[in-house]
């Protein structure tokens, strides 16, 4: 998400920006030029940009490693109204050829245009290369990233002497006939998990029986849904619904609002038993 710290430095890159598009597109300065004819602003979005990573959070990063998400933000102002232009389509284009389309949306307190892009273990080390793109109507503009390199992306391999060294996580085993269950729920949302009390991401439950969940924002905007069972569905992410659960198994417990970049990773689970 933007914060307010970074909202410095969009400012500053949209400033940049507006001077060199108004240095080096002659229809898109406001000077006079030499036959005595005011040109217009009014043809041109101007853009800002940036580059985070998802792991530990939304921080300002350009080296990204197999695992991770290169998350692509941006922000599209109209120099006219000197507001956001909302229904602007931004597309992110990479130098492998591939071209993303952003999504606009809330994240946190703040509006802004995100794409998410996953580096695999087949994601070819190196520089990655890319601009952005936006179009609104009659109006249009381009972001490139300064050339210098905290604002260039370079995909690196990861740290094999880290790797060794880390444990990998392992899901705890549990006894489905005489684990604990609790047919009322209290979770809390925030960016980007669903959790209980001391941090739990699963709940087990008991088939046939009425499960009471209360659900409470404290960090984003989200909602929330129970894939495969409909009833349990809470708009905003705030307020307590009432289901009951006829099948045993596995259940993902998700977010139904765009929420930021960790928006496809906010799932827990219910575990119906017998």
């Known amino acids: 998400m933007f914060k307010k710290k970074n909202y410095l430095l969009a400012g500053a890159m949209l400033s940049a920006i ?5 240095c080096s597109n002659d229809e898109a300065t406001n000077e006079t030029d030499t036959k005595g004819v005011t040109n217009s602003t009014s043809e041109f979005l101007a853009l800002s940009g940036d580059t ?38 931004l ?17 946190g307190e703040d509006n802004f245009w995100v794409i998410a892009y996953p580096v695999t273990a087949d994601t070819p ?3 990655l290369d890319y601009y952005i793109t936006a179009k609104d109507g009659d109006k249009s503009g381009e972001y490139r990233p300064f050339n210098v390199q905290p ?55 008991k088939a046939g029986e009425e499960v009471t969940l209360n659900v409470a924002t ?12 409909d009833e349990a569905t809470v708009a905003d992410a705030n307020g307590t619904v009432k289901f009951t659960p006829t099948k045993t198994g596995e259940y993902n417990i ?8 960790g928006h496809g990773d906010m799932v827990s689970k219910l575990v119906v038993v017998q």
Do not use: W
């Not at 507006?18 to 108004?22: G, I, M, P, R, T």
């Not at 290169?70 to 507001?83: C, G, L, Q, S, Y």
């Open 218 to 229: 404290d960090e984003g905007a989200h909602g929330l849904a129970i894939d495969g069972i």
């Open 91 to 107: 597309q992110v284009h990479l130098s492998t050829g591939e071209v993303l389309d952003m999504a606009y949306g809330e994240h």
């Open 151 to 205: 604002s260039l992306i370079s995909i690196v391999a990861p740290d094999a002497t880290a790797a060794a060294t880390e444990e990998p996580a392992t899901e705890e085993e549990v006894d489905l006939a005489t684990v604990e269950t609790n047919q009322t729920l209290d979770l809390v949302a925030k960016n980007f998990v669903f959790e209980g009390k001391d941090g739990a991401k699963t709940f087990y439950v």
């Open 52 to 89: 985070v990573t998802e792991q530990g959070g939304c921080v300002l990063a350009s080296r990204f490693s197999a695992g991770d998400k290169i998350v692509f933000r941006a922000n599209a102002i109209d120099p006219e109204t000197k507001e956001q232009a909302k229904d602007a389509e």
């Open 254 to 261: 998700f977010c139904t609002v765009f929420c930021g970049a």
């Open 125 to 127: 080390t190196g520089s």
């Open 18 to 22: 507006l001077l060199v598009s108004a």
